[in-house]
Structures are given as structure tokens and as C-alpha cells.
């Protein structure tokens, strides 16, 4: 803790209930669809909160080198596992996580596992944490350029109905105030 002109005060440890987390990244699920969940991340890219797949937490997205996860490990950051079971292989996850530019935070890509079989493409957006340097990852797994677009037709064919039934009413409503005093003049 510092003071107003920047000498150190003292030290604040605290300790917090990783499951507090969890809770509060489980009722981000949903908001973009029916698989698109949030995912918490240190700065190591480490799984912090991961409500849709809980399994990975505290597992970094793509492995570490040894004398990191030992350092992490010392620190009670990482569980003591195996090293090999501290990693969820997203090695195009941890690219775009490294690469991502805060004017430009989404991305579009196939972040499957090397351990997995291919997935439909994935859309997400990173937002860096201001007051540490931890990031919120959103992704939506079934996302699909086809589905966007027949939304974006079914969108656009309202529109057109409801314009074309605008103007009809308009011209018709027009026409009959027109065509009035004439047809009173014949």
C-alpha cells in the first residue's frame, strides 16, 4: 500500500476462495449464445475461472517452460502435478492472448486443442484487467459465418417488409387525399 506520494506504507495479502471466482464467471454463460462462456487468466495465461470447462483450472493455455511452472509451483500458483498435467495445449489461444491488440481485441479462429479433433470456428474478445495483469477471455464455440448470415437475411427481410408496408400505407393514404376534391369535382 503507498501513500499519496508514493512510499511504501505496508503490505495487503489476502486470500481469496477461487470457487468466488467460478460463481461469478458462471453467470457470464449464455450472454452470446448457448456456448459462449468467459475464462479468467493471469498473467502466465493461467486458468483462473473457467465455468465451462472447470476441469482446465489452474492449467496454463499452452505449456510453460520447466523453470516457470517450478517458480509457480514454489509460489502455490499451480497445483504439484505432473508438468505435463498443467497445460490445456491451446497453443493458437495462447498466440492470440499474447498478440492481442486492445484497439482490436476480437478475433475469429479455430482454437481447438492439439489433442482434439477440429471444432467449428470461434469468435472471442480479450479485455486486459486495468488494475492487474490478468485478462478476460469471452469466446462463443459455435459460432459460424452461415449462421450470421442467414440471421443477417432474416434481418434484413423484416426490414424490407416493414419499410414496403410503411411506404404502401403512405402512398395510399396520399393517394386518397389527392384524389379527393377531384373525384368531388366530377
Known amino acids: 500500500v503507498k ?7 505496508g503490505v495487503l495479502r489476502a486470500r481469496y476462495d477461487g470457487l468466488l471466482l467460478q460463481d461469478l464467471m458462471k453467470s457470464y454463460n449464455g450472454l452470446l449464445g448457448s456456448q459462449s462462456y468467459a475464462i479468467l487468466l493471469d498473467e502466465n495465461n493461467i486458468r483462473l475461472a473457467d465455468a465451462y470447462t ?25 497445483p504439484d502435478l505432473p508438468n505435463e498435467m498443467l497445460t490445456t495445449n491451446y497453443e493458437d489461444l495462447s498466440t492470440l492472448l499474447n498478440e492481442f491488440d486492445i484497439r482490436n481485441p476480437v ?7 492439439s489433442t482434439q479433433a477440429e471444432q467449428e470456428g470461434q469468435i472471442g474478445a480479450v479485455s486486459p484487467i486495468r488494475s492487474m495483469s490478468w485478462k478476460v477471455v469471452y ?9 450470421l448470415r442467414q ?18 400505407f403512405v402512398a395510399v393514404v396520399t393517394s386518397q387525399f389527392l384524389s379527393s376534391p377531384i373525384i368531388k369535382l366530377t
Open 3 to 9: 501513500n499519496k506520494q508514493g512510499v511504501i506504507l
Open 54 to 78: 472447470p476441469n482446465f483450472l489452474y492449467k496454463s493455455v499452452a505449456p510453460l517452460p520447466a523453470e516457470r511452472i517450478q517458480i509457480l509451483k514454489r509460489e502455490r500458483r499451480l
Open 107 to 113: 478475433f475469429k479462429a479455430n482454437l481447438s486443442p
Open 139 to 147: 469466446l462463443r464455440t459455435d459460432y459460424s459465418d452461415e449462421e
Open 151 to 168: 440471421e443477417q437475411r432474416r434481418l434484413s427481410s423484416l426490414v424490407t417488409v416493414l419499410i414496403a408496408g410503411v411506404v404502401g
